[in-house]
């Protein structure tokens, strides 16, 4: 072979290995991490699929995801977060406070984007929400902060029921914030709530038929992945039941559900998913302020309360940012 064969035959390997390298590059793996079950997170799981998309990332095209659900039990959250650390994965997208928490605690270093319902500073995630520091940011709702609020709007409308029994997940991150939120309020306007536990499908129309028994007034639902993946069985299953309810979304006041007070469903989930996807491409999360969903609508269900026999007041209906007669 010739020398100048030879140079050649060099220069061609070159411009090959590179492209083969690369072609047997890993794709990136975001870690997802959850302390409940797969099944009533199915939507939200879509949503944060659709923000990753929405900054180029397609699973099983670009990136792939490693789902760790602890299936009701916190106590499994700091083994499955060192597990994703030991992967190792490029991102870990922690959903729900305590996921955070545990992430938290397995790494310093791995980027973490959280989505949550709680205050992300007073939980101890971040230390300002304009200027997170460290390895995490993430996406805030304002569903635990709004409970207090639910329950004063749907004694305005029921003032008449003494007692307020509410439906609360015990294996939600924050279902022990909320109930002491809620039972705090209910004490100021002169209340008393009852609490009804439901962790599965299964379980609501168990809880129903127990608030048949005991006569319930009024109901509010708390805020959780399993009753939010529900709204429209919850708000079909009050109509049936005849029960004055107040929830967080929409979809529960169009399926027949009396007054929703909250924000967007679907838009927490997917700015979740967005910021993911801006952290996989290089962005600090110390650079990423906290984003909060602020946008709240009160949402009143007029023909159901007509078929309740309820006139709703009318400074109560003037407040409403949609009626659905």
Not at 194 to 215: G, I, N
Request: aromatic fraction near 6%; avoid cysteine.
């Amino acid at each position: 072979m010739r020398r100048r064969e030879f140079i050649t035959l060099l220069g061609g390997a070159d411009a090959v290995w590179p492209l083969a390298t690369r072609a047997q590059q890993p794709m990136p793996v975001v870690g997802f991490l959850n302390n409940a079950s797969p099944d009533p997170y199915a939507p939200m799981v879509a949503w944060f699929r659709q923000g990753l998309n929405e900054t180029g990332y397609v699973e099983g095209r670009n990136f792939a995801i490693e789902y760790r659900w602890a299936e009701g039990q916190n106590d499994r959250l700091p083994a499955l977060s060192r597990d994703l650390v030991r992967r190792p994965v490029a991102v870990i997208a922690a959903l729900g406070r305590n996921a955070a928490l545990a992430a938290k605690a397995a790494t310093t270093t791995i980027p973490i984007v959280f989505q949550t319902a709680d205050d992300p500073v007073e939980s101890g995630l971040v230390a300002s929400l304009n200027r997170p520091g460290g390895n995490l940011t993430g996406v805030s709702t304002l569903a635990t902060e709004l409970g207090p609020k639910r329950l004063e709007l749907l004694h305005e409308l029921v003032p008449t029921a003494t007692v307020i029994t509410l439906l609360i997940n015990p294996a939600s991150t924050n279902a022990e914030i909320q109930a002491t939120n809620l039972t705090a309020a209910a004490r100021t306007l002169g209340l008393q709530v009852h609490v009804l536990h439901a962790s599965t499908e299964r379980d609501l129309e168990t809880v129903f038929a127990t608030l048949v028994r005991q006569r319930a007034r009024a109901l509010v639902i708390s805020n959780d992945g399993l009753f939010i993946s529900r709204s429209g069985q919850l708000g079909e299953l009050t109509v049936r039941h005849g029960l004055p309810t107040i929830f967080q979304f929409r979809e529960f006041t169009a399926a027949g559900g009396l007054m929703s007070y909250g924000g967007s469903v679907a838009d927490p989930y997917r700015q979740f998913g967005v910021y993911t996807g801006r952290v996989l491409k290089g962005e600090k999360p110390a650079d990423l302020p906290v984003q909060q969903a602020t946008k709240v609508e009160l949402i009143i269900n007029l023909k159901t309360a007509k078929a309740f026999g309820l006139t709703i007041p009318l400074p109560l209906l003037g407040r409403a940012d949609e009626v659905i007669e």
